[in-house]
């Protein structure tokens, strides 16, 4: 009598969930919008448009202002060198921009060491980093680094990127639903730590270093010597050098890193800072 083999390969339905995650990011990647660094060449896939980056901006900007209000300064030497620095800076960043931002600044008293960009173009410094920056070069140095993750549009490519994991570990999260609480709870918080120090901060150090690249090209560009870029991490060290986490749990670089890459990136730098200094002087 004939045998009648059963075929047992009927899809395990707890992989389903993982491979429709699959789908979707093979979709989103395929689909994506995708932007060319106009100064490094780097392409990278965005989750924002122009416009949608530059609504999000002004509507934190705008919560930063109305939070702030009481310390924000309307005018006097702070504010005079804060904005005569951006403006420079600001021509630089268009010689080449695809993207042409309305750069906007406000100023804050306070003794917090810190200034960052907006998307769009919206720029908060706080005056406790003005003493570190010491010059217009180095408070150029700091807000070069900030208006070069806005022109880098890296927000919206930090999004793109954030949809991509959350997708698949919730893709794996679905795969596990019969499983013990407890121990989905485990590889979950395993996984999710996986993504973080395996993937998401070493690519935020990676726009970091991107940006101090891309900062360090409009300081020369706008007539600031980038040689100064490297005198000011250098006080930023020995300011906050000492509390600063090990590099592979920041998402910075070190500054030493910082330091090293900043003197590889600066012969490009330099000859960008020659060429501004043979153009004839602007009327």
């Not at 901006?57 to 919560?63: D, I, K, R, S």
């Not at 120090?197 to 150090?205: E, I």
Request: charged share 20%; proline share 6%.
């Amino acid at each position: 009598m004939p045998v009648k083999l059963e075929r047992k390969h009927a899809f395990p339905l707890a992989l389903a969930p993982i491979l429709l995650a699959l789908v979707f990011v093979l979709f989103k990647l395929y689909t994506a919008s995708k932007v060319t660094n106009p100064e490094t060449g780097r392409v990278a896939r965005v989750a924002l448009s122009p416009e949608q980056e530059q609504r999000l901006g002004l509507e934190a900007y705008a919560q930063v202002k109305r939070d702030e209000a009481g310390k924000i300064i309307q005018s006097g030497p702070d504010v005079d060198l804060v904005k005569r620095v951006t403006t420079r800076l600001a021509r630089a960043a268009a010689e080449k921009a695809v993207v042409q931002y309305n750069w906007e600044v406000s100023v804050i008293q306070s003794h917090e060491k810190n200034a960052f960009c907006l998307p769009g173009g919206k720029i908060v410094v706080y005056t406790g980093i003005i003493p570190i920056a010491k010059n217009e070069a180095g408070l150029a140095t700091v807000l070069g680094h900030e208006m070069a993750h806005a022109t880098s549009r890296h927000s919206a490519e930090r999004l793109f990127r954030s949809q991509i994991v959350q997708t698949i570990l919730g893709g794996v999260q679905g795969s596990m639903m019969d499983m013990d609480p407890a121990q989905r709870q485990t590889i979950m918080g395993a996984l999710g730590a996986g993504a973080k120090y395996g993937a998401t901060l070493p690519f935020s150090r990676k726009q970091e270093s991107e940006a101090d690249h891309i900062g360090l090209l409009y300081m020369a560009r706008a007539g600031y010597d980038p040689r100064e870029a490297v005198a000011f991490w250098q006080r930023m060290d020995e300011q906050l050098g000492k509390g600063s986490p090990p590099a592979f749990l920041s998402d910075h670089p070190s500054h030493n890193t910082r330091i090293g890459q900043l003197q590889t990136w600066m012969p490009e730098a330099q000859k960008e800072y020659n060429q501004h200094h043979n153009r004839a002087p602007a009327a």
